[in-house]
């Protein structure tokens, strides 16, 4: 596509469900990254791809929250047994190179509320 | 705490003034990149600077970066209220291989008509 697509664009899940966020990266981008935005905050960075393998999960808050990436282009943010301070907008983006020596490409993000 | 911190965390102007922002950083930096965000949701990429740079333009917009105080600037020159968004900077530290950078928590800009 011509962007980073993400869907859904708004998720709204019951505390203790699990949840999957989708992030479809600008073609032949080989550099994936996702962050999430608490309201009113900066971006917190939670994993980055090169390729198919993410060198850098450091930023993932628990074990209740995994991604993967699968043939070097499509990425799923999976997060388990979600509570309410998941509460966030997923922000992904994608770039031609690793870091962020060339320009990053911001999806709309998917808003998700847990109630 | 954040890498990256902007300044002001609020900024209210007029139509035709111009806006400073201001972000500071703590390690040393391959690059910094100024981001805009309208309405909480994707972030539009504006400017890139590298650290053997002190200055770029583009269009309206000019970025200065000294590394020797770790800070950089952004300036939207006659501000139009299409310009209202929240604003940020983020850092791609030196030497890593992580890939990732780090985000300030933003300036937001209301530029009123």
């Known amino acids: 596509g011509a962007g980073v697509s993400q869907s859904p664009s708004n998720k709204v899940t019951e505390k203790g469900k699990d949840v999957e966020l989708r992030c479809d990266p600008i073609?032949?981008?080989?550099?994936l990254y996702w962050y999430r935005q608490s309201l009113g905050q900066g971006l917190e960075f939670l994993i980055y791809?090169?390729?198919?393998?993410?060198?850098?999960k450091s930023g993932l808050p628990s074990d209740r929250f995994s991604a993967e990436r699968t043939g070097g282009s499509v990425s799923t943010l999976t997060i388990q047994r979600t509570q309410q301070e998941d509460s966030a907008v997923y922000l992904c983006?994608?770039?031609?190179?690793?870091?962020?020596?060339?320009?990053?490409?911001f999806g709309q993000g998917t808003r998700l509320t847990v109630v | 705490s954040q890498q990256g911190e902007e300044d002001p965390q609020a900024l209210s102007i007029q139509e035709g003034e111009n806006a400073t922002m201001n972000c500071s950083y703590k390690t040393s930096i391959n690059n910094l990149q100024w981001y805009r965000q309208n309405s909480g949701r994707g972030l539009v990429h504006l400017i890139l600077?590298?650290?053997?740079?002190r200055e770029k333009h583009s269009g309206r917009l000019r970025v200065t970066l000294d590394t020797s105080k770790k800070s950089s600037s952004l300036l939207i020159t006659a501000s139009r209220a299409a310009d209202t968004a929240s604003y940020f900077c983020?850092?791609?530290?030196?030497?890593?291989?992580?890939?990732?950078?780090?985000f300030g928590d933003g300036t937001t800009l209301t530029v009123k008509p």
């Open positions: 073609s032949g981008h080989t550099a």
């Open positions: 600077i590298r650290s053997n740079e």
């Open positions: 791809f090169q390729g198919n393998s993410a060198p850098d």
């Open positions: 983020a850092t791609d530290p030196y030497n890593t291989n992580a890939g990732k950078s780090t």
């Open positions: 983006a994608s770039s031609l190179s690793q870091g962020l020596n060339t320009e990053a490409f």
